[in-house]
């Protein structure tokens, strides 16, 4: 039913929703930007099926793209 991509940060990179199935707002709730954005989407996901992609560092601002791209 869904795909989500893990990262490192307690969050996700990835998220996809198959055709097949209605989801009831499953991002409703969530508080964005913290180390447990991941488990409320679960919670919230509990009664699907979800496939997780590999775990990755995501891009939330400034200091994390500089990091992503190499910069000390």
Do not use: C, E
């Amino acid at each position: 039913d869904v795909v989500i991509g893990p990262a490192t940060d307690g969050g996700f990179w990835l998220i996809g929703f198959s055709g097949r199935r209605s989801f009831f707002r499953p991002l409703a709730g969530v508080t964005w930007s913290t180390d447990t954005t991941l488990k409320q989407v679960l919670k919230n996901l509990r009664n699907h099926h979800i496939a997780r992609a590999a775990t990755l560092s995501d891009v939330d601002d400034l200091r994390s793209l500089l990091s992503a791209r190499g910069a000390p």
